[in-house]
């Protein structure tokens, strides 16, 4: 049974805007570290946002100003709030958790993942 739930993913065209959700039975957003990656094949998974349980997010440098990530801690759901996406958005999205306080956006921070959902942009 998948601890980690990504749902949200689907085709949009470029300047559109897209929620994903991750949802989780196991690992509480408020006190684990949270993040979202993304990945293309042949490409190493890429950190896109993190969040601490202070609250306290960060941003790759591609997505800032435009992804928004956030979470419902009474419903214990990571969210993604993608906007103004480009055709370079196109990849899997991953949410993880990790068990440290706060971590760089580097996959090997993270112990914990979903099994991913889909964005694609078309120009």
């Known amino acids: 049974q998948a601890q980690l739930v990504e749902s949200g993913g689907d085709s949009v065209q470029s300047g559109g805007s897209l929620r994903l959700a991750c949802t989780t039975s196991v690992y509480s957003v408020s006190q684990y570290f949270m993040g979202w990656f993304r990945q293309v094949p042949g490409k190493d998974r890429e950190g896109v946002a993190g969040i601490a349980n202070d609250g306290t997010s960060n941003y790759a440098d591609s997505v800032k100003g435009r992804f928004t990530i956030s979470r419902d801690i009474a419903k214990n759901t990571l969210f993604l709030q993608m906007n103004s996406l480009k055709p370079e958005d196109t990849a899997m999205y991953y949410c993880?958790?990790?068990?440290?306080?706060?971590?760089?956006?580097?996959?090997?921070?993270?112990?914990?993942w979903g099994q991913g959902t889909q964005v694609t942009v078309s120009s």
């Open positions: 993880a958790a990790s068990s440290f306080k706060t971590a760089p956006l580097k996959a090997s921070f993270f112990g914990h």
